[in-house]
């Protein structure tokens, strides 16, 4: 069946019988139409959102030549042979149909100009992608392709779709393609024709002249696992994309006090001088835990446990440092070192009798997650607050 959103896929509101209203198991109730102007999902692209005499539709599915519409509720919404007011969500619609179809120009230039076939396609809430049989697209091939497509915007391409019944002839033709079509669909097939590049089949709603998809902009290239995914954007989401660059650019003009010219220049020099910077904390962290370490050595009579702690940072090197150059084999140490958040990371030293009897006990008083083995007992931690509970387990076990 074609459904009235895949005849006219410009029409917005159409009113339908009910043919079937069914309580769901899980929750809402389950509704089909004689016909429906809201899109089933299905080639690729996400349901239509819309309503039903006012009620929400959050999800449209295809079973084979019916469509089924998914509401909440707890109440029966529609009797079997009642007229419903259909109404799609015009943005959400609009936005999937300059998708759907920039990725059938996208498709069939790839395939055209390289010989590149689309495996598969993704159409996300952000940006979609096209996953091409090839190992990799060059900056070059994307340039090429993205001018390209972007002429026959320019040039105002008719769009045009038909309707075929399944045993036509025409249907046999080598120009037309059957990539994306669902294998469960029944019934007459619509064949997606743009002038002059491609005719596919294809179950999508789509505009009808590519110059309604007002512009395509590649994004990147993706590989992984045998995947090379081109991600794109057709239409509004060019506009949205080019207006949330151009806000992040003006906070970047206060943040960095330059214009858009200097900030690659500003960053990287703002970088330098964080590296700078770091080298010389470390420096300065390497020297205190020296100190700290001189201090303990000098210690007489030697304790039976001695603790340290630090708010320097996760990233600190205090705590290696000061274990490394530290000089007193019998004693326990707990060292701590976090940020103002209370959670950082914790190290326990000293005999393996002493880390397995109150290593445990004091990871868990500080929430933290880690284990002990031999003399060693590190742990990543998220409550520093409780140190002072940890020291009276220390004095406790040692007397």
Known sequence: MVFKCQ???????????VVACEKVVSGGFQVTFEDTVLF????????????????????????????VHFLDGEEVPFQVGEEVHQKIDWDRRFDHMQQHSGQHLITAI???????????????????FVDLDTKDVTKEQLVKVETICNQLIVDCT?????????DDPALKSDATRTRGLPEDVSGPLRVVTIDGIESNMCCGTHVKNLAQLQAIKFLN???????????????????????????????????????????VDLIKKMQTTIKNSQKVCKKF????????????????????????????????????TFLRNVNMSECFFFLTNGDETRKGQMV????????????????KALDGKGSGKGTRY???????KAIPECEQILTEHFG
């Open 7 to 17: 005849e006219d896929s410009f029409l917005k509101e159409y009113t339908a019988k």
């Open 40 to 67: 089933p999902e299905g080639g690729g692209q996400p349901s239509d959102h819309g309503w039903l005499n006012g009620t929400e539709v959050r999800n449209v599915i295809r079973k084979g030549a019916t469509a």
């Open 110 to 128: 790839f395939d055209r100009e390289f010989g590149y076939s689309t495996k598969s396609w993704w159409l996300g809430s952000e940006d979609s």
């Open 158 to 166: 008719p769009v045009d779709v038909k309707v075929y019944q399944p």
């Open 221 to 263: 290239v993706e590989k992984s696992k045998g995947k090379c995914l081109v991600h794109f954007l057709v239409g509004n989401r060019v506009l949205k994309k080019l207006g949330d660059c151009y806000e992040r650019e003006i906070q970047f003009n206060t943040l960095l006090n330059g214009g858009p010219l200097s900030h």
């Open 285 to 320: 962290t390497n020297e205190l835990a020296l100190v700290e370490v001189a201090k303990v050595n000098a210690l007489n009579p030697k304790p039976r446990f001695f603790s340290v702690h630090r708010l320097d940072g996760m990233d600190s090197d205090f705590i290696g």
């Open 348 to 363: 326990l030293q000293g005999k393996p009798d002493d880390i397995a009897k109150i290593g445990d006990a004091i990871c």
């Open 378 to 384: 590190n742990a990543k931690v998220n409550n520093l």
